[in-house]
């Protein structure tokens, strides 16, 4: 079986050793280290599940290089996550079908 290759710029998930779940902008991936933008991680609020920075006194201009011999698994995340991920850092916030219903286009 052929896989996809991960590349520059793809938003993957990570499962690491630690148990930990993060979610990334792909900037270098080697043969022993991942390089990625931002990071977040998922917590838990009193609304429901969020994303957080995964390094808190992390300065999120600056990418995160990770040894791969802490990563159990890595793979390109699903298109629910990717969008959560894409709305959570950015200051636009894209319409939920709700709100896409309520704006008037005439």
């Keep these: 079986m052929l896989k996809e290759p991960i590349k520059t710029d793809d938003i993957i998930a990570l499962k690491l050793v630690s148990g930990e779940e ?4 792909v900037v270098t ?9 931002k990071p977040l991680t998922l917590i838990h609020t009193p609304k429901g599940v969020a994303m957080s920075q995964y390094i808190l006194m992390q300065d999120m201009t600056v ?11 890595i793979t390109k995340a699903n298109s629910i996550a990717s969008d959560q991920y894409t709305q959570t850092l950015s200051s636009i916030k894209k319409p939920t079908p709700q709100e896409k219903s309520q704006i008037i286009t005439n």
């Design 63 to 73: 990418p995160v290089s990770i040894d791969k011999e802490k990563v159990i698994v």
């Design 22 to 25: 993060v979610i990334a902008k």
């Design 29 to 37: 991936n080697d043969e022993t280290m991942l390089t990625v933008n």
